[in-house]
């Protein structure tokens, strides 16, 4: 069910002129997944921005996001609905979803990018590895297949960042996507999977409490909140990068004068220091600078780099 969030107005608000219809904000996620406190959060203070406007979150789970993009970029390009997107939904799912009717680069149109995070590589500590190159070791003593990686489904950053990692270090792994980062986290505590790719707020707890052990976050810089823990480049896979971003969009034709009024208030709330320490808890910096025409090139470029990595890979939805 959609929620409502009636935004209050402050005085900074009143810059902006609010509208008497509701803004949907579409989250393709579930309720309760990793995207959807953050939307909301979000949600809230890009309502007040914009004078008390009304926001809708309108979950729209399914395809790993791309049920909900799809609904946004087929949505009445009026202003009154906007997409909370996670990269791959832009840049990786429409490569994969082969039988697509929309293209998604061109009927979605960014507003701001709003804030980047990465992951951490975790596996149990019974496997007896402290280190990336410990586990390299491990698996290139093991036969081809017999370890697994977990995911929270084909084509999300963590299952992209894992099937890099098995590339780049010649053993092939089994691939298990589960239905969100929760279960596939128990099952790594159990031994059950050898490696995970994990979101890092949920990971975080379990890695103090010395149920998982962090052999490499996939970020270009360490994260503050494990300094210890290196990058993928710094344990010698430099060719390894995965930094994701949230994105705000809207269905293309939507007009320009309102592009440019959402772009506004979106950076004015999300550096507001409520939502940028929020990010910070969660593992995420907030971007707040990134011109609109920087990140839509930012996308194209992600966007072809793995339209090359789905075909050399041979990534599939089956």
């Known amino acids: 069910m959609p929620l409502l969030l009636a935004a209050a107005v402050t005085p900074g608000a009143a810059r902006a002129q609010s509208s008497a ?16 406190p953050v939307a909301r959060d979000f949600a809230t203070l890009f309502g007040q921005e914009l004078g008390g406007q009304t926001i809708v979150i309108e979950n729209r789970g399914g395809a790993a996001g791309h049920v909900g993009a799809v609904a946004a970029a087929q949505a009445r390009p009026d202003g009154q609905t906007l997409l909370f997107a996670v990269n791959t939904q832009l840049v990786v799912n429409p490569h994969l979803q082969r039988g697509d009717r929309i293209d998604l680069a061109a009927a979605l149109t960014p507003i701001a990018q709003l804030a980047t995070y990465q992951y951490v590589m975790v596996v149990p500590p019974e496997l007896g590895v402290t280190d990336l190159a410990q586990f390299v070791a491990f698996a290139k003593s093991r036969p081809p297949g017999s370890l697994t990686y977990a995911s929270s489904g084909i084509g999300s950053n963590n ?37 995970n790719a994990s979101s890092v707020t949920p990971a975080l707890p379990l890695i103090r409490e010395g149920r ?7 970020g270009a810089k360490r994260l503050s909140q494990l ?28 007009p320009s004068e309102l592009l440019d009024r959402y772009e506004a208030a979106a950076k004015r709330a999300m550096l507001q220091p409520r939502f940028v320490e929020r990010m910070r808890t969660e593992g995420m910096e907030v971007v707040g600078e990134t011109p609109r025409a920087a990140f839509a090139a930012e996308i194209r470029e992600e966007s072809a780099f793995w339209k090359r990595k789905v075909q050399e890979l041979n990534i599939t939805l089956d």
Not at 165 to 188: C, F, K, N, Q, W
Not at 228 to 244: C, S
């Open 21 to 36: 219809r509701p803004i949907t904000l579409i989250v393709p996620y579930a309720p309760g997944g990793a995207s959807d």
């Open 159 to 195: 299952h992209l960042a894992a099937l890099l990692l098995s590339e780049a270090i010649g053993v092939r792994m089994e691939h298990a996507p589960y239905r969100g980062t929760g279960p596939s986290l128990m099952d790594t505590m159990a031994g059950r999977v050898e490696l």
């Open 212 to 218: 998982l052990r962090a052999l490499a976050v996939t």
């Open 227 to 254: 300094p210890d823990v290196p990058t993928l480049r710094e344990a010698g896979y430099p060719g390894i990068t995965i930094d994701a971003w949230n994105g705000l969009f809207a269905p293309t034709g939507t």
